[in-house]
């Protein structure tokens, strides 16, 4: 009897398809889902999450197939290793998503790669031209997922701004560029910056400054007015975090 | 009476040519920027040519000293300069505006028809982002131009003197996301 009642539940999840769900909702497998923080601070407990049918948001339908489970071929961290998807992890991500605005990730080029460990260290994320990889430290409870991922939007909110845009944006955090022996170098403003590593490049510091509008407006209105107005300004009132419990 | 033609003449042509290069309040062309040339223009010439900078700032870890032309019109940077310790041009970086023609790569090939451009990608330095750029860049001529690879727009065009400067990026002190 355990026997048929272990095969049962092992079986149960693999017909959970989609076809089973209403149209409109897509199936979750059962998983166990470890803690985490929601984008407004919200703890949520670990507890396992029986299989179900869930009501499919529109952030879903965008990033339900961005999911890789192969090797960006020119991905050049060669020591980075690949992992493959949790279904924890994928919910993790759609939900993290969902929090965020439409607005930085509408014309989102990024497919979503799993690595095991950055070759930074603690780093929870790293992008290049459409590709995001999510790291392991990406889903512990000191990072607040959609936060980490919003960060990462705001580099590719910022390679498509228009170029009278980016100087505009330039303009207003006092941001200068010179060349020197053939070199690009950016030359930074003294202080005024929310994390440190936004003195590398002004497309640093305005992943960091976005973040920070979403996250944590206080400060960077109390370092950088400059970039929140910026923001604001260019954003109109349409950047606002999202409630997107079940 | 010789004296007096010579005089007028002399003033005449020195006239002209502060008219032909003196660039009025702030709207510059790249053709007259690109008669600035690395290691022969010094700050004297520039002067004349561009009059005084916007924004002079010394270069971090160096000798050298950046003068910055914005655009009077919107405040924008336009135009940058390097100067070395003697007072020389060690390069000139010119920023590219939204709907001028230099703005498509082939358009700002043509300002050096004698350049042969390798093209790559930007190394990476920010450790956790890959650089959004193209790099076209004749290296025994020290020219380089940079296109912003998700919008395939030129970015910047830039010259600059064979002889290195000290100069290097610092990289941030610490990492942080």
């Given at each position: 009897m355990k026997i048929f009642i272990h095969l049962v539940l092992l079986i149960t999840p693999l017909f959970a398809?989609?076809?089973?769900?209403?149209?409109g909702e897509y199936s979750v497998k059962s998983h166990n889902r470890r803690a985490y923080v929601r984008a407004d601070g919200t703890f949520v407990n670990a507890t396992v999450v029986s299989s179900h049918c869930r009501k499919q948001r529109e952030s879903d339908n965008y990033w339900h197939d961005k999911f890789e489970i192969s090797r960006p071929s020119d991905w050049p961290h060669k020591q980075e290793i690949l992992k493959s998807w949790t279904v924890e992890e994928k919910e993790r991500v759609l939900d993290a998503i969902c929090e965020l605005p439409d607005s930085i990730w509408k014309n989102s080029k990024y497919k979503l790669y799993r690595m095991k460990k950055s070759k930074d260290g603690k780093n929870p994320a790293t992008s290049a031209n459409g590709i995001l990889v999510l790291y392991d430290?990406?889903?512990?409870?000191?990072?607040v997922l959609s936060r980490v991922i919003a960060h990462e939007f705001a580099h590719e909110v910022y390679g498509n701004l228009k170029s009278s845009d980016a100087q505009d944006y330039h303009f207003a955090t006092n941001w200068f560029e010179v060349n020197t022996n053939g070199k690009r170098l950016r030359l930074a403003r003294k202080d005024g910056f929310v994390a440190d590593d936004g003195r590398v490049s002004p497309e640093e510091d305005f992943a960091n400054n976005l973040e920070f509008f979403l996250f944590d407006d206080k400060s960077l209105k109390s370092k950088t007015l400059n970039a929140y107005k910026w923001i604001a300004d260019h954003f109109g009132d349409n950047l606002n975090l999202r409630k997107c419990n079940k | 009476m010789k004296f007096i033609i010579l005089t007028c003449v002399s003033l005449l042509f020195v006239s002209c040519s502060s008219l032909e290069t003196?660039?009025?309040?702030?709207?510059?062309a790249l053709k007259n920027i690109?008669?600035?040339?690395?290691?022969?223009?010094d700050e004297e010439s520039v002067l004349l040519a561009?009059?005084?900078?916007?924004v002079v700032m010394p270069i971090p870890n160096s000798d050298s000293t950046a003068w910055i032309f914005k655009d009077k019109r919107t405040g924008h940077q336009r135009l940058s300069l390097v100067f070395n310790s003697e007072k020389k041009v060690h390069s000139v970086l010119w920023l590219v505006r939204q709907g001028e023609p230099e703005i498509n790569i082939a358009n700002s090939k043509n300002y050096f028809p004698h350049a042969t451009f390798e093209e790559k990608d930007a190394p990476w330095e920010n450790p956790h982002a890959a650089p959004n750029e193209r790099l076209y860049t004749d290296h025994e001529k020290g020219i380089s131009i940079t296109v912003r690879k998700s919008r395939q727009e030129v970015e910047s065009i830039s010259w600059h003197s064979l002889n290195s400067q000290s100069t290097h990026r610092q990289p941030a002190v610490k990492f942080e996301l």
């Open positions: 398809t989609s076809a089973n769900c209403p149209l430290t990406a889903f512990t409870q000191k990072n | 003196q660039e009025s309040k702030g709207t510059f690109l008669n600035i040339i690395p290691d022969k223009s561009l009059g005084p900078a916007d």
